[in-house]
Structures are given as structure tokens and as C-alpha cells.
């Protein structure tokens, strides 16, 4: 099998760790492990990965602090936490952070690998498309800059992006919050959670006008989002 995907797994459990590297280089992934959040940023100055997967509880240099370094260096390399952290603010937290995905422990084998290779799939819309305007804002998706009629305003996290581009991509009609779970997050469409509401209300800051009274991410009551550009 070709070898495509260079996989980074930071992880301090050695039987864990050994057991996602033959999993994933089953599917074809390489797979470079490291222990330590330092080695594995060591690592990243003097080579490249094409998706990261992070513990968070680390010796030394913990995940949150890792990923904010990884964040200034690269805003769209794929980041996936594996942690045992299975709070909802934990989870809130790691996403805010820039993460694209965030799983825990324990996990089953399958969800895993398809989370891998989702973020990968999106992971290759990210290098095929450059720019997207609303309204008067631009989002540049190669910096992951958000542009107002006055310049640079802020930078967006990937997942953010990712809700952007999904719901831009299905603007022909009305996208639910379970499917946004499910394609998005990678979620069960049916858990009760206020994620997608979370999300769409610190978008809307980003690019509408008005937050209170948006034009581009419109409310459907009881149904969902519905985007106009």
C-alpha cells in the first residue's frame, strides 16, 4: 500500500501509542511517535506532518500549551486530541485552543480512523480552496484570517473554518444542527449538546454586521442554519 499521510502522534502511553501507530500504518498512514510535547515540536521546526494527534495531560509542556505553539506556526495543520479529559469544558477548551477534533479516552479503534481520515479529506479542501466573501468579509483559508472592509480583524480556528465551509458549501438549503454534529464534529447527531449554537454565535460575531439581526447565518426555528453570502 503507498504510503501518503504522515501521521505525528504525541503521546506519553507507550502500549496506547504503539497500538494507534500499527493501526494506523495498517491503513497506509507513516507514523513518527514522540513522549513529550517538546519533542514533538523539536520535530515540526525541522520536518512536517499532515495531521497531528495530541494528548493533552503530558510531561512537562502540556497539550493546550503544545497546541497554542503549533497554532503559530501552522493555523491549518489537522490536530486531533486523544485525551482522557472527558469534561465538556474540557472538550470546549481544546477546541478554542484550535483543535480540529477532539476524542476520548477510551475510544473505539474504528471511530478513530475515521476521524483521521475525515480531518485528512478536509484537510485537502483546506489546500484546494483560497477564498471565501460574506458580505463585506473575506475569509482567507489559507491564513485562516477573517478581513473586514478595514483590514485583518482576527484569526479563525480550523474547526470554525471547518463550520464555514460546511455550511457555505450547502447554501441551497437548510443544514441541522445534527447533521453539523455529525459532519462537522464528528459527533452523535443525537446527543443534546450546545456546541452548534456556541459556534454559530461566535461566528456570527466574525461576520455579520449585526450579530443580533444576521444576514449571512440565518436561524430556521426548529429546524436549523441556513447560509446566505
Known amino acids: 500500500m503507498k504510503i501518503r499521510w504522515r501521521i505525528l502522534v504525541i503521546e506519553d502511553d507507550h502500549a496506547l501509542a504503539l497500538g494507534l501507530r500499527i493501526n494506523l500504518e495498517a491503513e497506509g498512514y507513516h507514523v513518527i511517535h514522540f513522549l513529550s510535547a517538546e519533542e514533538g515540536i523539536e520535530f515540526l521546526e525541522n ?19 503544545a497546541l497554542s505553539h503549533i497554532r503559530k506556526e501552522d493555523p491549518k495543520l489537522p490536530v486531533l486530541i486523544l ?22 479516552k477510551p475510544f473505539h479503534l474504528e471511530e ?23 458580505g463585506d468579509t473575506t475569509i482567507d483559508y489559507n491564513t485562516l484570517e477573517v478581513s473586514g472592509p478595514d483590514g485583518v480583524n482576527l484569526r479563525i480556528t480550523p474547526h470554525e473554518a471547518n463550520l464555514i465551509q460546511y455550511l457555505s458549501a450547502h447554501q441551497d438549503r437548510i443544514v441541522t444542527r445534527a447533521e453539523l454534529l455529525k459532519h462537522v464534529w464528528g459527533l452523535d447527531p443525537g446527543i443534546e449538546t450546545r456546541t452548534v449554537d456556541t459556534f454559530i454565535s461566535r461566528i456570527r460575531r466574525y461576520i455579520e454586521q449585526d450579530p443580533s439581526r444576521p444576514e449571512h447565518i440565518i436561524s430556521v426555528r426548529g429546524k436549523g442554519y441556513r447560509f446566505m453570502p
Request: net charge negative.
Open 47 to 65: 520536518s512536517s506532518a499532515d495531521l497531528i494527534v495530541l494528548d493533552l495531560m503530558l510531561p512537562g509542556m502540556d497539550g493546550i500549551q
Open 83 to 104: 485525551t482522557a479529559k472527558s469534561a465538556v469544558d474540557d472538550r470546549v477548551e481544546g477546541l478554542k485552543a484550535g483543535a480540529d477534533d477532539y476524542l476520548t
Open 112 to 134: 478513530f480512523l475515521l476521524r483521521v481520515k475525515r480531518m485528512l479529506d478536509r484537510y485537502e479542501w483546506y489546500k484546494a480552496e483560497d477564498i471565501l466573501r460574506i
